[in-house]
Antibody
Framework: EVQLLESGGGLVQPGGSLRLSCAAS????????MSWVRQAPGKGPEWVSA????????YYADSVKGRITISRDNSKNTLFLEMNSLRAEDTAVYFC????????????????WGQGTLVTVSS | QSALTQPPSVSGSPGQSVTISCTGT?????????VSWYQQPPGTAPRLMIY???YRPSGVPDRFSGSKSGNTASLTISGLQPEDEADYYC?????????FGGGTKLTVL
C-alpha cells in the first residue's frame, strides 16, 4: 500500500525558514518523480515544486523560485522541501504527491497524496 | 500565471448529469492535451479522477468523463450519486509546471 507521510509544518514568523519531509513507502520511490502541492485555506491547490526520480532535475513555480529547494534521499525514501524567506502568502497545507507513471519526467498527474502538513506564516 | 477558471458551484439531483467547465488559455489548456481532474471531499487530499483529458485511472467509475474544446476542458458526471458531493479541481500542464483551477463545489441535492 502506497503511503506518504508529511511532517515538519508549524508556525513560523515572516522571513523565517522551515524544512518539510515526506516519508514514502509501498512503492519503488526512486522510480517516480515527486511534487509538493500546497493548498491555502478555502482555495484550490497550487503546485509548488517537482523533482525527478533520480533527483537530477528540479522544477519550481514562479511564486517560490529562489526561496524554496526541493530534494530527495532515495536511500531513505524521503522527499524534502526547504523553505526560506517565508511570507504570509505561503500559509497553506503542504502535500507531497506521487506521479502516476514511473521512470518519466513529471507529467503532473498525482495518483497518491499525503495527508498534508500545515505551514502557518504569521507574527 | 493565473489559475484556471471554474464555476464556483454546480448542483444536481441523484441520477442526473452535471458538467463542470475549466477555462484556461492558449498557453495551457489550449496547447496541451494534459488536463486532469481531481475530486476532494472536505478534509481529505485530492483524488485523481481524469488525466490526459479523457483517461480514467483504475478504480474511477465510468460515470466520470472528460473532454476538451479549445481553451476549455470539461468534466461530466453522469448518474449522480450522493458520494459524488465534493470539490472538483481541474489542472493543466503549462511549460514545466501545472496550473490548478479555483475549484467547483458539487452539491448533490
Amino acid at each position: 500500500e502506497v503511503q506518504l507521510l508529511e511532517s515538519g509544518g508549524g508556525l513560523v514568523q515572516p522571513g523565517g525558514s522551515l524544512r518539510l519531509s515526506c516519508a514514502a513507502s509501498g512503492f519503488t520511490f526512486s522510480s517516480y518523480a515527486m511534487s509538493w502541492v500546497r493548498q491555502a485555506p478555502g482555495k484550490g491547490p497550487e503546485w509548488v515544486s517537482a523533482i525527478s526520480g533520480s533527483g537530477g532535475f528540479t522544477y519550481y513555480a514562479d511564486s517560490v523560485k529562489g526561496r524554496i529547494t526541493i530534494s530527495r534521499d532515495n536511500s531513505k525514501n524521503t522527499l524534502f522541501l526547504e523553505m526560506n524567506s517565508l511570507r504570509a502568502e505561503d500559509t497553506a497545507v503542504y502535500f507531497c504527491a506521487k506521479e502516476r507513471v514511473a521512470r518519466s519526467g513529471p507529467r503532473f498527474y498525482f495518483d497518491y497524496w499525503g495527508q498534508g502538513t500545515l505551514v502557518t506564516v504569521s507574527s | 500565471q493565473s489559475a484556471l477558471t471554474q464555476p464556483p458551484s454546480v448542483s444536481g439531483s441523484p441520477g442526473q448529469s452535471v458538467t463542470i467547465s475549466c477555462t484556461g488559455t492558449s498557453s495551457d489548456v489550449g496547447s496541451y492535451n494534459r488536463v486532469s481532474w481531481y475530486q476532494q471531499p472536505p478534509g481529505t487530499a485530492p483524488r485523481l479522477m481524469i488525466y490526459d483529458v479523457t483517461y480514467r485511472p483504475s478504480g474511477v467509475p465510468d460515470r466520470f468523463s472528460g473532454s476538451k474544446s479549445g481553451n476549455t476542458a470539461s468534466l461530466t458526471i453522469s448518474g449522480l450519486q450522493p458520494e459524488d458531493e465534493a470539490d472538483y479541481y481541474c489542472s493543466s500542464y503549462t511549460t514545466s509546471s501545472t496550473l490548478f483551477g479555483g475549484g467547483t463545489k458539487l452539491t448533490v441535492l
